[in-house]
Structure formats: structure tokens, C-alpha cells
């Protein structure tokens, strides 16, 4: 029963995403967030290389020492300020976890029983060499068993429940064009590679990795024991890369427009007529179901004919790997480090395993996360943290309001219509007002993979009760424990779980400036989702609905085309840049978020001018709090993912992109023409 946040719902993270209509934006902006007596800096100097001049990389300015002082270890790819936040989480989950499995005599089917209970499944790695591959023998004989096409799509929907990947990925959200009501959905799928740009680069670095790919196939067949390993490793490839040409790229899949493709199942077959939809939709628990929204239809008419032309023999044998792949972190150790190596070691860089109690922690946050979130919240989470947090949203709000009515190249209507957005966002802070029902779930401590499967199973039995129902608005995608947030068009909410509203982004004992440098750009960054060239395609009620004049969209598509082509121009390696396409919703929320967060800030002065501290005045702490919250360090082959993969930017530009673009920043630091982040007044980008 994972809580799952992708591109697949539309939904905007912040990282690897109210008012009502009587609230006053100018009085909303007015209201202090801070207290005036709390007067730390909230800015750690030690970090700071003051050999690098502010003008020319404010980001190492601000992170250098610290960049050059600290190493990642081997049991990580990343280390930096989320990390560092997502490394306490797991410390307190781990506490949690420790003082329920120490209990004796828990009553079988609590939640602290479920918590205990799953988390010793993963543990006893003796148990687990002991069984070798037979918690998934079943799988396997269901596999072997199948007579035909018509069950081969049966088992697709049957068992993409529990993890067995398959090249249609089917899911249940929001409608996107009415929001009232939830539909079915379906996204590419199918790959054991990350993209599929990675079964047709020609380059050194991904003609290694299919090679190391094929070579992981194959020992995977081998140490579970099944034959033919060497073969199945080139049938396994083979087709994965038929069906990898058929893939849109990520580019593509941003395109929400796109991908809105609705069809009544009765007219499926348009689509292809070479798979039995009505054998996958019923085995997915959804044979009423009249209309599926297809998001790639030119993948789904691709597998199609690589369905049919594909032998069910070999079908089993693509199925039998990606059960064995789907499952060998919960099976033998042997196992277990094969898929390590291949996909943490070669594919992201990773040297070590991380400790088995940080995995276990995992296991448990990714199953059962809301039994831990509730005591979380509890130990970790301070009511006047909630108290404050609504205020900065609600002074966020109001300055994106103020920002709104001064854009030059908007329209008067099209301004109306994002007034209305802005007032109907809904902000969700720290915790869900109505936690998840595990009652359903059955754990028991001698049964890792069995865990697995049924919570795969209750959590989708959760998901097709939705459909036909109210749309459920108290539900979060992520725990109170997740280092993150995000904006979810379809709702319309923002969303802060706990664990991110701590320093450096959220400090209750240091001044103002930094917090709005901080979760007030976080805040402000979520806020911008709405606005970005995705988002602004949903309005205040979450439907997909042009609310824009064409002129306005016009001028909207010239500021977004410069901040793809600024962004494009960083150079993350010698051979690799940012793609600022992919990365065009993230650098608009990071901009808008910025820009607006800076806004609030001075706002909140009423007029006065910041305190100096730490000889710092507030706007240069404001534009330190921001790029110390971007701080960070990723090994070589996990960039080269994220570049190639993420909606992201690298850390660096996420910080020095935006403020590239502010002409508060040029003065708080007196960057000039010549410097290194100089960029021309008429070339920077302004969008809200």
C-alpha cells in the first residue's frame, strides 16, 4: 500500500511537487511570519567559500566549503541538505520501529503489530537464504502455466497488483478534464532500463550498460536457478528494445494535452486490436469500466504489434525476469546483491548496500507509512510549526496575488481566471487530517515477499473503490515522514509533509529572511506549479481548461522558450547539458518560487528595513537561505541519470538559474556586467 507519487497523475515535486475568495492578498502579506525576537541568521558561515566571489557562483559561495569538506560514502549516491533531513526521518522511523518490535505480546492484526512484524520479515535475512526463490514459485508456475494470448493479458492485469512489471502500467486518478469524478488510466511501461534513450545511445557509457544489463539477466536466471539464462538475457533485451522505440520521450510525457487520450473500451481496439482489453481491465478488478485514458496511444498501437508478433515463450520469459527483478530485494542475499550491483552500482553509482536497517525502514515507510507517520508527527512535529507554515502560505499567496496584478504582458481576463486559481488552492501541512485504514492488510513476521503482495493487493482493491465515488480530498500522496512536496494539478493542493519543515528550510528560532529564502521558495515553488507550462493548463478546479486569452499564451510560451534555452546552456559535464525542456516546470516553480517567496519577504517588513545580522542584511540572507537549501553532492553515474531522466535541474542550477534572474539579487550583491552570472536586463526571464 504505497504512497505513489509520478508523472503518470501529473504531479510536481519539489524534489527528485487556503484563503478564501473574502481573504485580502494586501492583509494576507501583511501578517508577520516570525517572531521579531528570534534573531539567529539561520545562515551556517562554516559552509561558505569566501574564495568564490558571490557574483560569479553564489551557489559555491554560499556551499563551497562544505562541498569541498565532505565525501559520500559508499552506501549512498547523494548527501546534502535533503538528505541530511531524509537521514533523521529514517532515524526516527527507525526508533519507532525499534521500540514496536521490542514489544512483546502485540495483538495480531494491530498496526503495531503490522509495523513490528513487517519489519522482522525483511530482517531475518536467514529465513530468506533458507527459501531461496519459492515465496515466488507460484508466480513462476502461473507463468509456465499460461495457454495463450487471452491469459497473457489476464496475468499482465492480475499482476501488476503486486509489482511484476508489464508494458501497459494501469492506474486510477483524477480525471483530468473533470475533476469530479476519478477514471482509468494507462502509461507506457514495460522497461528494465531507466529510459529509452538507454537501448539506443550509441555512446561508451550506454553500450556498457546494455552489455551490463544483459550480463545481470543472466545471472539472475543462473543464481535462481532457472535454464537457459544466456538466452533469456538476449530474448529479455530483444524485446524490451522493440518495445523501448515505441516509448515516448520524457519530453513528450510532460505534455498533459497529449496525453489526455480518452477512449470508450468498447473503441479500444482503434488502438490495437492484438490485445484483449477486456481480459486485462477485468483481471485489474474493473469490468464495468466504460472509458480508459490512454497517454501515450502511439506506444499502446507499438506494443500492439510487438504483442502479437512476439512468441508467448518468449513473453514467459521477459515475465519469469521481471518477477525475479520485481522481487530480489525480498529473497536471497545472493540475489539480492546481483540486483544491487547491476542497479545501484553500475546503473547510479552506489559502492555499498545501505545498512539493512535503513532498507528495512523503507520497507516499512513504503507499506505502512501512515501507522508511522501518526507517531511522527507526535515525537517530531510542533503545532506552532503548522501555525507558522499557514501563515507563509498565506503570505505567499498574497504576494503571488500582488505579482499577478503587475505582470505587463498579461491580460486583464486571463489575470481574473489565475486570481481565481490562486484563491482556490488548497495547502496541506504536515500530516493528514484522516489517517490511512490498514485493517485490511494482513502482515506476518515470517513472510516478506507474502507482505508484499498483499499490500500490493489491498492497496489496489483501495484504488478501484474509488471509481465512481467522491473524489477523496483528505487523501496525501506522500507520509508526514517524506522529505518533500508537491502540487497536484487535478486537486489543486499543495502538499508539505512534516519532515521538510526543519532547517535549513524551515528554522523557528532564526529570522525571517532565511524561512522565506527557504520554505517560503518551497512554498512558493508548489504555488508556481499551478503556474508553470503545465499546470496553468488546469484551472482553480482542477480541470484541464484553457483560461488563457492567445495573446497572453503567446507572450507566456516567449518567456518559457528563454528559460528552456538559459537552462540548456548549463554545462553539468564536459559533454552534457541541462535539458531545459525536460526541466521546464521545475526551473518556472523554482523561478516563480523564488520570486514570489522574495516578494513576501519584503512585504512582511511593513515598510522597514531588516535587521543586519551575522553582517548580513536581509536580502542577502534571504538569497543565502535559498541556495544553502539547494547544498548537495551526487556521484557521476547518478547525475547522468537525473540528467537524463529528471524534471529536475542539478542542484547547482536550481540555484544559480533562478537568481540569475533577479534584479533584488544583482543588488543585494552588486553582480555587474563581466561577472560570471551576469545576464543582460532584457534577456532575463520574468514570468510571475
Known amino acids: 500500500m504505497k504512497k505513489i507519487i509520478t508523472s503518470a497523475v501529473c504531479?510536481?515535486?519539489?524534489?527528485?511537487?487556503?484563503?478564501?475568495?473574502?481573504?485580502?492578498?494586501?492583509?494576507?502579506?501583511?501578517?508577520?511570519?516570525m517572531q521579531k525576537t528570534a534573531l539567529a541568521s539561520g545562515i551556517d558561515k562554516a559552509n561558505m567559500d569566501l574564495s568564490v566571489r558571490p557574483q560569479d557562483n553564489f551557489y559555491?559561495?554560499?556551499?563551497?566549503?562544505?562541498?569541498?569538506?565532505n565525501e559520500i560514502p559508499g552506501d549512498k549516491t547523494s548527501i546534502g541538505s535533503f538528505y541530511d533531513l531524509r537521514d533523521e526521518a529514517d532515524d526516527s522511523v527507525k526508533a519507532i520501529i525499534e521500540e514496536l518490535a521490542a514489544t512483546k505480546d502485540l495483538k495480531m492484526g494491530s498496526d503495531e503489530q503490522k509495523v513490528a512484524d513487517l519489519f522482522r520479515s525483511f530482517m531475518d535475512t536467514d529465513a530468506r537464504n533458507a527459501a531461496g526463490t519459492a515465496p515466488i514459485q507460484a508466480i513462476f508456475d502461473r507463468i509456465n502455466s499460461l495457454k495463450d494470448k487471452n491469459e497473457l493479458a489476464t496475468f499482465f492485469g492480475e499482476n501488476q497488483k503486486i509489482g511484476v512489471g508489464s508494458p501497459l502500467a494501469f492506474y486510477i486518478s483524477v480525471d483530468a478534464k473533470d475533476s469530479t469524478r476519478y477514471a482509468t488510466h494507462v502509461w507506457q511501461n514495460g522497461l528494465g532500463l531507466p529510459d529509452r534513450d538507454y537501448y539506443f545511445n550509441e555512446t561508451e557509457r550506454f553500450a556498457a550498460l546494455r552489455t551490463g544489463y544483459i550480463a545481470h539477466i543472466e545471472n539472475m536466471f543462473n543464481l535462481a536457478g532457472l535454464?537457459?539464462?544466456?538466452?533469456?538475457?538476449?530474448?529479455?533485451?530483444?524485446?524490451?528494445?522493440?518495445?523501448?522505440?515505441?516509448?515516448?520521450?520524457?519530453v513528450e510525457s510532460r505534455d498533459s494535452t497529449k496525453r489526455y487520450n480518452k477512449f470508450n473500451v468498447s473503441d479500444l481496439n482503434t488502438v490495437t486490436d492484438a490485445f484483449n482489453w477486456t481480459a486485462f481491465l477485468e483481471a485489474q478488478g474493473v469490468p464495468a469500466q466504460k472509458d480508459l485514458i490512454v497517454n501515450q496511444?502511439?506506444?499502446?498501437?507499438?506494443?500492439?504489434?510487438?504483442?502479437?508478433?512476439?512468441?508467448?515463450?518468449?513473453?514467459?520469459?521477459?515475465?519469469?525476469?521481471?518477477?525475479?527483478?520485481?522481487?530480489?530485494?525480498?529473497?536471497?542475499?545472493?540475489?539480492?546483491?546481483?540486483?544491487?550491483?547491476?542497479?545501484?552500482?553500475?546503473?547510479?553509482?552506489r559502492e555499498e548496500q545501505r545498512p539493512m536497517w535503513k532498507r528495512g525502514?523503507?520497507?516499512?515507510?513504503?507499506?505502512?507509512?501512515?501507522?508511522?507517520?501518526?507517531?511522527?508527527?507526535?515525537?517530531h512535529f510542533k503545532p506552532e510549526a503548522k501555525t507558522r507554515m499557514t501563515q507563509l502560505v498565506e503570505n505567499l499567496r498574497g504576494a503571488y496575488g500582488a505579482s499577478i496584478d503587475d505582470l505587463e504582458w498579461m491580460s486583464d481576463s486571463t489575470k481574473k481566471a489565475a486570481h481565481v486559481k490562486l484563491a482556490s488552492f488548497d495547502p496541506k501541512i504536515g500530516y493528514p487530517d484522516k489517517w490511512e485504514d490498514y485493517s485490511e492488510l494482513t502482515i506476518k513476521s515470517d513472510d516478506l515477499v507474502g507482505n508484499k503482495i498483499r499490500s500490493g493487493i489491498v492497496g489496489h482493491n483501495k484504488e478501484v473503490a474509488k471509481l465512481g465515488g467522491p473524489i477523496d480530498r483528505q487523501e496525501?500522496?506522500?507520509?508526514?515522514?517524506?522529505?518533500?512536496?508537491?502540487?497536484?494539478?487535478?486537486?489543486?493542493?499543495?502538499?508539505?509533509?512534516?519532515?521538510?519543515?526543519?532547517?535549513?528550510?524551515?528554522?523557528?528560532?532564526?529570522?525571517?529572511?532565511?524561512?522565506?529564502?527557504?520554505?517560503?521558495?518551497?512554498?512558493?515553488?508548489?504555488?508556481?506549479?499551478?503556474?508553470?507550462?503545465?499546470?496553468?493548463?488546469?484551472?482553480?478546479?482542477?480541470?484541464?481548461?484553457?483560461?488563457?486569452?492567445e495573446e497572453d499564451l503567446a507572450a507566456f510560451k516567449v518567456r518559457t522558450?528563454?528559460?528552456?534555452?538559459?537552462?540548456?546552456?548549463?554545462?553539468?559535464?564536459?559533454?552534457?547539458?541541462?535539458?531545459?525542456?525536460?526541466?521546464?516546470?521545475?526551473?518556472?516553480?523554482?523561478?516563480?518560487?523564488?520570486?514570489?517567496?522574495?516578494?513576501?519577504?519584503?512585504?512582511?517588513?511593513?515598510?522597514?528595513?531588516?535587521?543586519v545580522i551575522d553582517g548580513l542584511t536581509g536580502d542577502q540572507r534571504f538569497f543565502m537561505g535559498y541556495a544553502q537549501v539547494w547544498r548537495g553532492k551526487m556521484v557521476e553515474k547518478s547525475l547522468r541519470n537525473l540528467v537524463a531522466t529528471d524534471p529536475h535541474s542539478p542542484a547547482e542550477f536550481r540555484a544559480l538559474g533562478s537568481l540569475s534572474n533577479m534584479p533584488e539579487f544583482y543588488r543585494a550583491f552588486d553582480v555587474k556586467e563581466g561577472d560570471a552570472m551576469y545576464i543582460a536586463p532584457e534577456k532575463r526571464v520574468k514570468i510571475w
Open 11 to 33: 504531479t510536481s515535486l519539489l524534489f527528485i511537487a487556503g484563503c478564501n475568495d473574502n481573504t485580502s492578498p494586501k492583509a494576507a502579506v501583511e501578517a508577520p511570519v
Open 361 to 379: 525502514v523503507s520497507v516499512v515507510n513504503s507499506n505502512l507509512g501512515e501507522v508511522i507517520g501518526k507517531v511522527y508527527v507526535a515525537r
Open 297 to 349: 496511444p502511439s506506444f499502446v498501437k507499438g506494443f500492439g504489434e510487438t504483442f502479437a508478433a512476439t512468441s508467448l515463450a518468449d513473453w514467459q520469459t521477459y515475465l519469469t525476469f521481471h518477477t525475479l527483478s520485481n522481487f530480489a530485494s525480498s529473497l536471497t542475499t545472493a540475489l539480492d546483491n546481483e540486483n544491487f550491483d547491476f542497479y545501484s552500482k553500475q546503473l547510479s553509482g
Open 227 to 250: 535454464k537457459d539464462g544466456k538466452a533469456a538475457a538476449q530474448t529479455i533485451m530483444a524485446l524490451e528494445t522493440k518495445l523501448a522505440g515505441f516509448h515516448w520521450t520524457k
Open 60 to 69: 559555491r559561495y554560499v556551499n563551497g566549503a562544505w562541498l569541498n569538506n
Open 476 to 549: 496525501w500522496g506522500m507520509t508526514p515522514q517524506t522529505v518533500n512536496a508537491y502540487y497536484n494539478p487535478t486537486k489543486n493542493e499543495i502538499v508539505f509533509p512534516a519532515a521538510i519543515l526543519q532547517p535549513p528550510f524551515f528554522n523557528l528560532a532564526a529570522d525571517d529572511a532565511v524561512n522565506y529564502g527557504g520554505i517560503g521558495a518551497v512554498i512558493g515553488h508548489e504555488m508556481g506549479h499551478g503556474f508553470d507550462d503545465q499546470g496553468s493548463k488546469y484551472d482553480g478546479d482542477g480541470n484541464m481548461r484553457n483560461w488563457w486569452t
Open 561 to 611: 522558450d528563454n528559460l528552456v534555452a538559459q537552462y540548456s546552456n548549463y554545462a553539468v559535464f564536459d559533454d552534457l547539458n541541462v535539458n531545459g525542456e525536460l526541466t521546464l516546470g521545475e526551473n518556472i516553480g523554482d523561478l516563480s518560487g523564488v520570486s514570489i517567496a522574495y516578494k513576501a519577504y519584503k512585504a512582511s517588513l511593513n515598510g522597514k528595513e531588516a535587521t
